[in-house]
């Protein structure tokens, strides 16, 4: 029994103390509405992929206050915009979350850039009719938080200038660290129903 009760009080510090990965500091650009449309937004095309479809997405777009977000056609090759966010330098990690859609019809990539520095690529999608290449797209980069100033951050997308129009969604800027999980609420609770358990035992041997 105390062997028990040792392992169990060991095995719930344990729990309570450990540590996890988590986001430490994160940084919005636009909002997440799916474009203006309040949609749901998974990865694909809208609708069947049909010219009626295409247009009825974009006319459904709300463009944000920000002068880059869910607006089409009238972003359109390299764009830039900046995030600002505190980077104590406890972070190990960062990421990049971006939701763009209709980056199609041109032969190159995007160069997917924090600070002048190249995180990742997003290839244009291609397909033989083209309103099946205008497709939401999830995406995520993972690089160094060493990459992320303390303060604004320029993220770009670079291409050759080849007049493709596309949107974004939003731009999240995320820290990444380890960071404690708090005490489980029932931790007290099952302590003192440890403690009880042992006081029992003493008076049965009393």
């Known amino acids: 029994m105390k062997r028990l009760v040792v392992s169990l009080v060991a095995g719930a510090i344990a729990i309570g103390s450990s540590a996890q990965a988590g986001v430490i500091a994160t940084s919005l650009y636009g909002d997440v509405d799916c ?26 777009m709300v463009a944000d206050s920000t002068p880059l977000t869910d607006r089409w ?67 995520t980069f993972l690089f160094s938080a060493a990459l992320v100033n303390d303060g604004v951050n320029t993220i770009s997308l670079i291409n050759d200038g080849s007049g493709d129009n596309w949107s974004l969604d939003f731009s999240r800027l995320s820290l990444l660290g380890a960071s404690e999980v708090p005490l489980p609420a029932a931790l007290p609770l099952f302590l003192m129903g440890l403690a009880g358990l042992g006081a029992a035992r003493r008076k049965r041997q009393s």
């Open 35 to 60: 474009f203006g449309t309040n949609q749901v937004c998974n990865d694909g095309v809208r609708g069947s992929g049909t010219f009626s479809d295409f247009n009825d997405f974009n006319a459904a």
């Open 73 to 139: 056609p009238d972003v359109f090759d390299s764009q830039s915009w900046e995030q600002s966010i505190s980077n104590t330098g406890a972070a190990t990690e960062a990421s990049l979350d971006l939701r763009v859609w209709a980056m199609a019809d041109i032969g190159n990539t995007y160069d997917v850039q924090v600070n002048g520095v190249s995180v990742g690529t997003i290839d244009t999608v291609t397909a033989a009719d083209t309103y099946l290449a205008q497709q939401v797209r999830n995406l």
